[in-house]
């Protein structure tokens, strides 16, 4: 099935890839005039799926929720990648070579991409949007908890592509629950980007078994170095911010390190704010005295990736120790320190192998619209080909395109 | 053995990411001096690899041997790259936020590379030069018939850096001859990039088998389709230096294609031009009549990357299904069209999903040197990351670092 699939969706790819950026902006406009056209019976299928979900936990059902101020925030969504410049097309090295060969880097879609994700029926819907308008088709794979909706916004999907004039298969879904697609997805030879978009475990499975090119996104297990130069108040409202306003998500802070010089002044400071927001810190044995409620973290507390509202807090002898700490821990995401004093500030941008590195703010501005990039389809912690929140341009390639007028090589 | 070269190369890369241009420079610039005053050593090593391998084939003795103006020709190579601009450091985006924070992509060293390669010990030196000039360290593993050419090459490597003050584990090499330790290389987490250069076993087994970030190289089933509407001398001269110029190599032309109605015109003349450089014409059923002599060609033959001098010849109705052939059997790598045909022309380059596509010129082109971008590490046949010639940017990566006064996200 994935097969007839992959080779449906690269033949409607091939007509979406030669036309204008109008084009593909009409066949999102369409979209979100279905969804509201449509929204009360995408409601009615999240609501089906919710009703089917009653013994996941809270989280997870506030994940697979949608209501009308959210289809109103995705709709909203659709109109800013609407705005975004077109991604493909001219724009890279152009030259002339000595034998009059003209040479020329076109960007051009990656062609199919495959996307996994889990209970959030949304990303059916942000996601494939920087993937239709960048040219490419898409194959979709949701949890099973989110079938209906799903279902739903693939039909609003193949109709607005369809009312465009294009192959409808640019969008595709597999709905059958058996996991076995999963593995099929992340064997298909000829897909030519895998995108996984959920927790840990499912991008690890992905990582390891997948025979197809991946982007690896999302897992963040990030921290704030609170150095002995920091602004105690600022430290404080950096800490807060990164752990608190929204503690689901990748670029939340896990783990706060702190100078030994500072730790009696910073930590109660942190632990005031904290405590108004339930956070349970796990500190280690130099910090737990300056705290005056915490639980023993242990080693495995600082490998971890709450998304919750728990917190690491461990105490260093120095920023070199802090830097071998998130070396060690660190996934690569997103990293902070606080400090008034430069030399330490530039050390740290400098020596953190991290797809961001922050001095004196917040690891929360991780985040395609924060960053001004318009949407995003992930936030890339692997090295090659993105880093960092993923835009439009993440979803292409380039080709060369010579012309000559008969040149041969000597 | 590889973990802890792995963490030895990484603690040298770190010095090296944060060096000038000037001090990785002179440590290309000690490495040709060595190479000029040990040149007699590196012949002699080489002698004694050649002496170990008397049962190769004589294609494969040609790859392992080295001798004085190879060496030159190397020396050269390095200092090619000695000039070319430095790919670390500022150059992408910046922007400032309307929060005040500001935010820049910084281009950095992907870390630590390594590179599987066969029995061609230049590679050792020329690769090199392009890893250690974009500030990362390498692990190398090269074919074990090429053992001692290799060992004094790493020799002459590791006591260039040592000259330049940075640690000489900047460039390992595996010199045992257990297989095992390819493997081992693929599986090395932490890894930050492996590239395999060789044969196309090599890179299926590479390909396959990895869990680190790969780049995709070189195996090059190119094609040459002669349209009806091209001018025959100049496809004839294009077709014979796609073939003859250097059949052992990625970019050479494997399978010409032509037009049924230039058929009897071109493919005479083809073969007379051919006859003279000894190629073996491989020809399908309707292509046979025009040729005096041929084998016959059988569907393996489209798919083959001969390397050699042979080449498959096909006879097609149109542009399309020339275009068909090429999806089908085409690595992606370089694919050209000789046509004076203005839509004929268009079409091909915007339809054929390869990393260069010519119109009118050979597939030779397809090289570092030819595109001006200085030496290549290979030539990518993938999409993500790097595609065509590579050259210093394709071994960098880019980090975002933000720079705030205390921001945090609202």
């Known amino acids: 099935m994935l097969r007839s699939m992959l080779e449906n969706g690269r033949r409607a790819q091939r007509a979406v890839a030669g036309s204008d ?138 109709d607005a592509i369809g009312a465009s004039g294009f192959d409808r298969n640019l969008v595709q879904a597999v709905l059958d629950p058996d996991r076995q697609y999963v593995t099929d997805m992340m064997h298909l030879e000829g897909l030519d980007l895998l995108i996984p978009r959920g927790g840990p475990t499912l991008i690890q499975q992905v990582v390891q078994e997948a025979r197809v090119p991946v982007i690896e996104t999302g897992v963040g297990n990030c921290h704030v170095y609170v150095d002995d130069g920091a602004d105690i108040p600022m430290a404080v409202r950096i800490v807060s911010n990164a752990k608190v306003s929204n503690p689901g998500v990748c670029n939340a802070a896990e783990t706060v390190l702190v100078h030994r010089n500072i730790a009696h002044e910073f930590l109660p400071a942190l632990e005031q704010e904290l405590s108004r927001h339930d956070v349970v810190l796990h500190a280690d044995d130099r910090s737990r005295p300056y705290l005056s409620v915490s639980v023993d973290a242990t080693q495995e507390d600082f490998a971890k990736e709450y998304l919750s509202l728990d917190l690491a807090v461990k105490v260093v002898d120095n920023l070199d120790q802090a830097l071998g700490h998130i070396a060690r821990f660190g996934t690569k995401h997103s990293e902070a320190i606080v400090t008034n004093n430069y030399p330490h500030g530039e050390l740290f941008l400098n020596a953190v192998d991290a797809a961001v590195v922050y001095w004196n703010a917040s690891t929360r501005f991780s985040d395609g619209y924060e960053f001004e990039m318009g949407g995003e389809i992930g936030i890339s912690t692997q090295k090659l080909h993105a880093r960092g929140p993923m835009g439009l341009e993440a979803l292409t390639t380039w080709k060369w395109i010579a012309r000559g007028q008969g040149q041969i090589r000597t």
């Open 21 to 158: 950026a109008s084009q593909r902006n009409k066949i999102l406009e369409n979209m979100s005039q279905l969804l509201k056209e449509r929204q009360s019976l995408l409601i009615a299928a999240n609501q089906i799926d919710l009703n089917n979900s009653e013994d996941l936990t809270p989280s997870l059902r506030k994940r697979l929720g949608l209501d009308a101020p959210q289809i109103a925030r995705l709709m909203d969504g659709i109109h800013m990648v609407v705005r975004q410049s077109d991604p493909l097309g001219r724009g890279g090295g152009q030259k002339r070579l000595a034998n009059g060969l003209t040479l020329e880097a076109v960007h051009v879609p990656l062609g199919v991409v495959g996307l996994i994700f889990e209970s959030r029926p949304g990303v059916a819907i942000e996601a494939t949007a920087l993937i239709v308008k960048s040219g490419n088709a898409v194959i979709l794979r949701g949890g099973h908890e989110a079938a209906e909706s799903i279902r739903v916004i693939v039909e609003c999907w193949q």
